[in-house]
């Protein structure tokens, strides 16, 4: 009986750009690897007379592209094994037969029907994957693995497990069987999603704490509970009095352009001191998990989104770690109409309005052209609650006048 062909592996939690240090490549990989990658990335590994472990991704990775519309991108590695006399001869031959054989594939998957790309490069297993699926803007990696345990991973090594810890997509990976699998069409029928039962999950929870003048975080990250001393607190708050002074005269039109040179150094400045000592200390520990911050009182002003280490993390703050957590229980009771508004030119709008919609059974939500002034204004009135997510008026408070599509304030 042939083994389950499918594992899932979530994204990896390390090399977060900001955060960790960047991870060193192994160098030391021989045998010839090939990788694939659908926009959803596909990695497969080839070499020692296992071609057919490289081509066990490739029916679910068809599979996904199929129903989702992605493109295929086959990349094969081609490590350079020396050759006494002539060390650039083997190169040639290597990529040349990489390119030889994807271009089999390609022209297979083709007149499948599907759209397909490949990269044969001259380099690791590891890099090569990561490096296509930078450069092809993939958004998953489908790869095959041999699942090995105990002495034969220890000895062996695995690529997947190198991918993994080296890239933040995430990856499928598909246990190779003893033979061949057959292609599948059409879209899973039931997917199997294991979750750790506990409230944080991935996300770090970060609590500042002030004691004696000194800086302290407390971070707990997988069930373990870490203690950092992060220092004089003096120079930092210090640092924070100057960020609204410099945000305020970012967002006045009439700046000069001078003054709004110095306004941005004094941010870069600034958010580039509060992050190295508030986040940059717990890097290793934290990698690229989702963010929950609990400030000390003076840190509650913080615009922690413009750190650098927060930009394009999922973040939350919030006063309490206590009320954080009575609220992840709180499943909302309807209570009156609901209306959410996604204006225009704003982005992560729509995003924001969607989620926040989902927590309200039978909400309304009005973007793009139907959130218009009138739209709007009847759907407030009566309402219960009212999300509106959109540019503020210049000049006015961003509480009271909000920007929509067809010109009008409300």
Known sequence: MSQPPLATARPTSQGAPGLLPPCSGDGSRRSARTASAIRPAVAV??????G?????????ACRLASTTGASLVLVRAAPHVPVAGDPASPLRVTVREAEAYLSVLRQRLAGEGFAVS?????????????????TSGAEI????????????????????????????LPVLLVHAPAAP?????????????????????????????EHDGA??????????????????????????????????????????????????????????????????????HVGDRP?????AGWLQSLPWSALPSCAGRSLSVTPSAALWY???????????????VAGPGLPGALQEATTVAALHPNAQILHGPAATAQAVAAAMDGAHLVHIAAHAGHGHHPLFVAAVPDGHEY
């Open 118 to 134: 490949t990269v044969a490069l001259h380099d690791t297993a590891l890099h090569a994957i990561t490096h296509a699926a930078r």
């Open 52 to 60: 057919w472990l490289a081509e066990q991704a490739l029916p679910h």
């Open 326 to 340: 009575r609220a992840q229980g709180r499943i909302p009771q309807p209570s009156g109409a609901v209306s959410v």
């Open 45 to 50: 590994p080839n070499g020692n007379g296992e």
């Open 181 to 209: 699998a057959a292609h599948g069409r059409g879209p899973y029928g039931r997917i199997l999603v294991p979750l750790d039962g506990t409230a944080l999950g991935e996300t770090a929870l970060v609590e500042y704490v």
């Open 215 to 284: 800086l302290h975080a407390v971070t707990i990250i997988d069930g373990r509970v870490r203690l950092h001393a992060l220092g004089n607190a003096g120079p930092l708050r210090h640092s924070l009095v100057h960020l609204p002074f410099a945000l305020h005269r970012l967002a006045q039109r009439r700046t000069p352009a001078a003054q709004r040179l110095a306004a941005t150094q004094v941010l870069d400045h600034v958010t580039a001191t509060l992050d190295c000592a508030l986040l940059t200390p717990l890097a290793r």
């Open 141 to 168: 990696i489908v790869m095959s693995t041999h699942g090995r345990t105990g002495v034969g991973r220890a000895l062996l090594g695995s690529v997947a497990d190198e991918v993994l810890r080296h890239t933040t």
């Open 291 to 295: 963010l929950l911050l609990v400030p």
